[in-house]
């Protein structure tokens, strides 16, 4: 884990912004594609940009099929998954990763397995709360399930202990609620409302110390659930994107950006090489040039743990700036932070180097790649 693992842990805990300095005009772009997404959100003091970033996925789904705008519960997800966290550090007898964090998956796989159900019948603030503060939920179930565990066998309703805690920080989740009129289950809602399918998205990534398009277990910290994603090489998981941005489908983005490159204040991110003297403003002023894209350089940086799955956004566009040069055009769960209110335009360079993972429609994924993921 790297040294500073408290420093990366809190820009997707808190919504912290990485220290930034020396704030500039930032660029010019032309738009080349943007996709439909709802309102910028703001995860606040909590661990969950994995909801928040494939619940905007989802959302945008919801808009690309003509469902309507449909602002989701990110927090029913994050409670359901919660539940499942406990049981399996439980069962691993707390030999098991047990945090706030998580991936792209998981809110797939929540959505398919519990259902979903709008903000507005379980926001998940209690007590008047204005925002999301997990710190001291988070503390009382690890507290609760590390006692637990000291004494065997367990108390067969120990889960009702923990769901006690759930319901006293986020509210108790509604079994029926309203929506437009009508008497809806979570289940029925992301079935009739959603049309959700868990088998319409793919997660895919890119390393070398597995076989290209075979699917393997993501070695990262928040993958409690032991996910799978599909291996592709660098180059075609980068033209992937752009494809499916401009086939107006949007992308879950799993990244490192923990780094100085990343600037949400100034609403850029460019790759600067650990090795240059150099900052994001010299290479956006062009002072400096911006580090290439480079299989081998992104696999050592994954290898030495420079690189991890610090914080999960959403791609809902392809933009270029004055020199042609591709910029991703990435919707953040910061608050309207920035120029372009906590939207943040992510050079082709940034992206190859710290991409952990993708979450992608399936449908934007072309017919001869699938066949060769063997994905039906």
Known sequence: MKKYLLFFFLICLAGYLPAQTGVETKPTFTVVKLNAATPVKNQAATGTCWSF???SLVESQALKSNAGEIDLSEMFTVRNIYIEKAKNYVMRLGRAQFGE???GHDQIHAIATYGAMPESAYSGLTGGQKSHNHSKLFTALKTYLDNLIKTTPLAENWIAGYINILDAALGKAPAEFEYKGKTYTPKTFAQEVLKFDANDYVA????THHPFYEPFILETMDNFSNGSFYNL???ELIQLTKDALNSGYTLMWDADV??????QKMGMAVYVEDNDKANIQDIVSGVSEEGAVNPVIRQQLFENLTT???HLMHIIGLETDKKGESFFVVK???GEVGPDKGYINVSEPYFAINTISLVVPKAAIS???LEKLKIK
Request: net charge neutral; hydrophobic share 25%; glycine share 10%.
């Open 53 to 55: 970033s494939t619940t």
């Open 204 to 207: 895919l990534t890119s390393f």
């Open 367 to 369: 017919k001869s790649l």
């Open 258 to 263: 923990s780094n100085k490159g990343f600037n």
């Open 308 to 310: 991890q799955d610090d």
């Open 332 to 334: 953040n769960s910061w």
């Open 101 to 103: 964090g998580g991936l």
């Open 233 to 235: 090489p660098l180059y």
